[in-house]
């Protein structure tokens, strides 16, 4: 048994070296830059995504209005449909379908990065929260696998890892917004942090 977690852990090495050598850490700084410039002008993050990607929207909200590595300001950041009774109101009353665009309209404004996380990039709720966005004026970011077609079209900027497997494109995901984090520490705290 010992030879095949071995074999998973070489694995997601061999797709992190992968991801490192592509055009993806270019997207990485992109977002990044759109992000510390938002916070650095006032405005605040709006992240969503469904499941795994909801945990993954608490995690980097939390590590935002919390702190990384540096100790800092605490940043506006924002995981939506985190509120259970709007969530499961919305959701029965209207529509699962816009769920993130109803509190894109309550809470965002110009100014603001909505920063959406789809791995399959095809989930409705995220698409037209995206799309809500960007008609109210805020800059969008997408974080998603390779398929990035339907994301691409309501974003600023699409991180597509550059995976197929759900499993394997989450595993990216945790990396790229630490890695952001990391650029927020660096531009607003003094220091990059590994």
Not at 26 to 48: P, T
Request: aromatic share 6%.
């Amino acid at each position: 048994m010992t030879n095949q977690f071995s074999a998973l852990f070489q694995t997601v090495a061999a797709n992190m070296a992968s991801v490192a050598e592509s055009e993806y850490p270019q997207s990485v700084e992109r977002a990044a830059n759109v992000l510390v410039d938002a916070l650095e002008g006032g405005g605040k993050l709006l992240v969503f995504g469904n499941g795994g990607s909801s945990a993954d929207a608490q995690h980097f909200a939390a590590e935002l209005v919390g702190r990384f590595v540096r100790e800092r300001a605490a940043l506006p950041a924002i995981a939506l449909a985190t509120n259970q009774a709007l969530l499961t109101a919305w959701s029965n009353d209207y529509s699962y379908d816009d769920v993130f665009a109803r509190e894109i309209d309550a809470l965002g404004v110009a100014g603001d990065v909505a920063f959406g996380i789809s791995t399959s990039g095809k989930s409705p709720n995220v698409l037209k929260a995206l799309e809500r966005a960007r008609a109210r004026g805020l800059r969008t970011i997408g974080l998603t696998g390779a398929n990035s077609v339907l994301m691409a079209a309501h974003c600023d900027v699409v991180l597509a890892v550059p995976l197929s497997t759900t499993a394997r494109i989450q595993e990216v995901h945790l990396v790229t917004y630490h890695a952001i984090c990391a650029a927020i520490d660096a531009r607003l705290a003094g220091a990059w942090s590994q």
